[in-house]
Structures are given as C-alpha cells and as structure tokens.
C-alpha cells in the first residue's frame, strides 16, 4: 500500500520546494533551509517540554496552535536563539517578516524554526542576505540540500519520502530531520519537517502526527538531554487532490505511512547519535501498563551503564536489571528474561547459562534487539537507544569553543 | 568543638577493631573486610531504593530494622551477590552464620554486605576460608585495610574520623566508606560504615544518620545509576560512657561532627567517580520550596552535556539551563543567575558578558563551584558531582569482562 521512494526527501512530495545554502553562521556548511508550499497547507506540530523555550519555538508554536494554513518554514542552524531575551525574540519576528516580504506571503504563514548554540543572538546581516538568497534558491530538488542544513552535530542528512496508493488515486508523505545529541524523549534536540499532498484537516493531521510522534521521536534517546528548540512539524498541502478524513481506510493506511516514516527518521537520529557505534532496539515486554513498560524503557535507555556495556559487547545484563530495578516499577526481578536478538541471556529466577561467545557476537553487530520480558502483564513497547563512547565525550567536551 | 583526627578511619573509635584482607575473590587485591565492635552497639541504616536488592542487603536490613543491637560487619568486594536468587540468599545466610560462628556471636549480631558484579554465585570455599583467616587479624589499627578491602572502582581508599568534645568528655566518631561508579541519589553503589564509641539509643541515632545522609550521601551523583547493594550503617558502642539524648546540646553537636564527616565521605566518593577529573559543588539556590531546588540539583548533577562541558572547561551556560529547563520545576528562565566560583556567568534577562579566559580559568581548577539563583525564594540546597570523561567509558565498557 505504500513504499519508500529512493533519495526521497520533503521535495518528492508534489507543490513541495525547498532549498539549503550557507549562509555565514556555521563557518563552511549549510546552515540555512527554507520549504515552500505552493498552495497554503494545514499544519500541526509538537514541541519541546523544556520550561525553557527558544524565541522562534515560541512564535510558531502559536500560529500551529492557531489552526491558520502556513506556507513556508525557515530554519537555521548554528544558533538556537534560545535564551536571548527580547532581543532573541524581536529577531525571531525579524527573521519570519524578513522571510515572508520576500515571498509575498503574510507573516503568520512562515514558520520559523532554529538550532545550535544557546545564548548567542542571531547576527541579522548574515541572516537577512542568507533569506534574500535562499527564496530565490527553492526548488522541486531541494529536499537533500534543506536536509544537510538543519544538520548541527549530525554526520548524515536524514530525509525520506513515500508513495501512498490509496482508492483515489496515489499521495505522497515526505520529510527531513537533524538530531544527533541532546536527544530524549518529548522533543530534544531534534527538529523534523514533514510534508504531505493530501488533503487533511487540522484535527486528523494532529492525531495522526501526536500518535506517530509518540511512537517514534518520543521514544528514543542519546543521552537524557532535552533541547529548548525542538519541533515536529507537517504540512498537508492537499496539491494531490486526494482527502484524508476521519475514521476512513485512508487514514488507516497513511497513519501506517506516517508511523513507519517517523520511526525510520527517528531510528536514523539515533544511529547518528553523538559517537554511537550501534543502534539498540530496546523492547519491553509483559509489563502491567503502558506506563510501567515506557518508564523501565526510558530508565534501561538513558543508563550510561548500560549504553558503555553495549559499547564494550558485554553482556552486562546484571546493569539492564539493576536499570528495571531502579526505574521506580514495581516489578519480581526473579521473574524477568532478557534476549539480545534471539539469544536467551536471562532465564527466570536469574539463570544465565548462555554462551559467552554467542552473546558477545550479537553485542557487536551494528544494530542489536534487546528484549526484556517482565512477565507481569501484556504492555509492551519499543524505544531505540545508542551505544555511549569516548567520542560522545570528545564530541560534548569541545562543542562550542 | 569537633577536630579531624590525622588518617583516622573506623578503628580511631574507641571499642572498634578491623581488618581487611585478601581471600581470593580478586586476582590481588584486598577483597574482605571484618569490623568488629568489643561491646554489642546500637545500629541504625538507610538502604538502596532499587527494587532489585542484592540478598546480603535484605538479611542486613531486616536485622537492622528489628532494631536489636550488633557487634559485627562483614564486608566482602569483587562479588555483589545480586541477582543470585535462592542459592545467593543461602549463600549470604551461610556467610553470616559462618561468621557469627567464628565470633562466637549469635548469628542476628553480625550484618552482612557485599559489593561488586551482579548476577553471579558468591565463591563459597574461598569465602569460607577468607573468614576464618580474618576473624584473627582484625585490630585496633585495622580500618584503614578495610576501607581499602571493601573497594571496587575506587582508586583511593575512604576513611576519616573525628574527636568530638563534649561537656562530660570526648567521643569518636569514624567511618569507612567506597563507591566510584553507579553513583546516584538514594543510596547507589556505595557502602559507608560509621562507628562512634558515643552511648545513643536507636531512635536519636536513626535520626542523626537519616538527616546526614540526607544533605551527602544522598545529594552525590556520578552517573545517574543506583545499584542494588548499597548501604550506611552506622553503629554506637557506647564505649566512651558518654551519651547522646534527644534534644540535647551533645547532640547539635555531635550532629555537626556526623554531617561533617558524611559530606566529607559523600564528596571523596565523588572526587574518585569514574574517570572523573572535577569535583563540582553544585549550589541552587533561591527556589520556591526544597523539592524545587533539589529537583534542579539532580537534573544538572546529572546531564551528560553538563558533565562533559565542565570535562572540557567549555563556560557553556546554555546547557545548565537547559537542565534548569528540563527538570520539570516551573521557573523563569529570564530571572536565573550563574556563578562559577565568584564569577558571574549569566545575570538576569540573560546578560552575559563574563571574562571567556576567567571563566575558563576557574573550570580548569580541580574543584569548582557552581552557583545557580532562581531568584524566586529562599529554598537552597548543595549537591556534588564530578565531570564526565572518556574514562569512565573507558572503564565501564570493560569492567565485567
């Protein structure tokens, strides 16, 4: 019913452009995006928990939450604009005026949204010759090019798109995102924009983007650090002439779209976490609640014990437990098993007589399952995690200076 | 009115004899400790809040918690017994009878504890032996052996002791204490056993120790994980003839010369984390209610991004406030203030305009303090951390194995 399109990106999505220039914030890379819908778009999003809140997340937060059709998203990287006062914010406005004069479009239609250090203000000039540039820059190919400049710590672009077949004819979900450090649950340090030519009112755009954010950016993690930047947005342009309404076999099958795209953008952030050597697929299994299973989760992911064991391809299990242990769950330990991949690591009443070997070589694939079943109930879920290593360190020791 | 007595340990306490030994559960070092009090003591104790506990941990706590007296501990490092189900239960069991016996003390006067890897059998017959051996070395000169025997981790061994004058004499006070990694609020893997010769009844004793460990073992964070085996113990023999009563003038005093001497303990701990080079005292002050300023203490004391700025004497305020941010207490970030050592960081409304090489001057130092104003009350409260290096990955990818 719907498959990847290759090298697609938020441009393989029709009335979609897009665009990604250097502008002099970051020394020699990308670091301006813009996207342009040719026709005005509804729009949803969510965004950062942090109490404290860049400028430009605070003024597209209230046009998202305005309900109005947007037209345009700009993003810079190399500066958060977080914690820069009014002047952060009478920029922030600047930046969008600035932004919607040379598109002829009213100021409410673009989004702005930015990413990189804390506590600097936006040096405007640079900014407003990089805007006087990059509208005249977008275009039906720009998806890759607005993907490698959202990019801070990241080493990869991350952009996908997919075809949607649906009864009336064939739709189109494409998108981009960054993320590589601060990453954890509920928006961290990650920014996603998400486009889409079907047409879809407000209120199913939400469900649909809350309930596949949560399933994917809400549920992986780097290292436990939340951003004071972060936003999902999408966009739904209606250009393919084909309508998504509530409740339909069209929602059912571009939920499922939306909810794969999603989580191979967040798999992506995670593979490209800061210094990560492996992507860990965590689930757990056979818990009471909901709660119960995402809270032993996001404990058994943020522990640095657990994520330098994976590094090193021990099989520590004794830190995945101690990690339960500690998540506050009211749990049997005795009654809990563990697998890496298909390899029982952890039997009931603590047996463990795995093979060494065979355990270690599954810890030192690039990509490991690790199951814990708390045989309790029948809650489950799946969170992905990284390894931690001396180069997230290096990385996070020398940022900004 | 209370002085540090020079490379005081437990076995400065009048009454208090010890030893620490190697009996084979390390390659080479010191793995078994024995403290050992002439006269049954009073014994209080706060334990590990993980769900999993380690089976010499819920043998000591029941003891412990019947409120009875004690006269010994024995310790043993390189094997945690957690995790171990039934046979580890009937291990820990043997381990206290056999030393009891060997004491000639009934079997509910010698408390037991152990520290090291998770999820395997305690080595019976070494075990076994050990205890015999050390039953006979233990001396009023042995507390420095034992602080090095009940090691893991650690690089140093931590012990102090301190004489306190009070009006009808003089008292001592000594401890032993360990814990390098897995550090975290509550109790993580950390030991401290505490001794005074002062005469204290167990309800003024429990609540000295509780208030103490309150504001230092419990306001320590290294990593953000908590172990399944940690335990303070403290004991008072009574030796001295000297009491302590509820609501007396001895008992602010001796009050004092506890917390002291745990803080001191709490920050050794923390100065030999895992591959730390740092130590941070972490100051939040002005805050609505202690719950406030402790919420952000723990937040900050435990950020990655934070941890490795400090690594990398990077001043980069941005990510303490992102901290500030994340924890969950509602703040004004506009209003916050920073302050490393007297250098002011950060001002109101975001002002920023410190000295780089200043503020990188003092996060170059070995200590640093870290002053955080909320500017919104009067709660305040003191944690201590340590920086975040490419050793602690170092050694945590390869402590099992």
Known sequence: MFVPIDKGSITSVKGIKAAGIHAGLKRKRK???????????????????????????????????????????????????ACT????????????????????????EVIISSTGVIGEYLPMDILKNGIETIVNKVSPDGGVDAAKAIMTTDTKAKHCAYKIRLKEGEVTLGGIAKGSGMIMPNMATMLAFIATDAEIG??????????????SFNKISVDGD????????MMANGVSGVKITEGSENEKIFSEALQQMTVQMAKEIVKDGEGATKLIELNVIGGKSEDDVNKIAETIANSPLFKTAIYGSDPNWGRIIAAVGRSGVNINPAKIEIMFDDVVILGRDYTHDFDEEEATAVLS???????????????STTWWTCDFTEKYIEINASYRT
């Open 31 to 81: 670091d301006l995006a813009l996207i342009v819908s040719d026709t005005p778009a509804s729009v949803s999003g969510t965004f950062t928990l942090n109490k404290v809140q860049a400028a430009p997340l605070q003024i597209s937060k209230k046009i998202i939450n305005r309900g109005n059709k947007i037209r345009a998203i700009l993003i810079n990287s190399g500066n958060a604009n």
């Open 226 to 233: 939340t951003s004071t930047n972060d936003m999902v947005v």
């Open 365 to 379: 694939k690039k990509e490991i399952s690790i199951t814990v079943n708390l045989n309790e109930g029948k809650a």
């Open 202 to 215: 407000n209120k199913v755009l939400r469900k649909m983007l809350l309930d596949s954010v949560g399933n």
């Open 85 to 108: 006062g009014e002047t952060g914010y009478k920029d922030a406005l600047e930046m969008q005026k600035l932004c919607a004069q040379k598109l002829n479009m009213d100021t409410n």
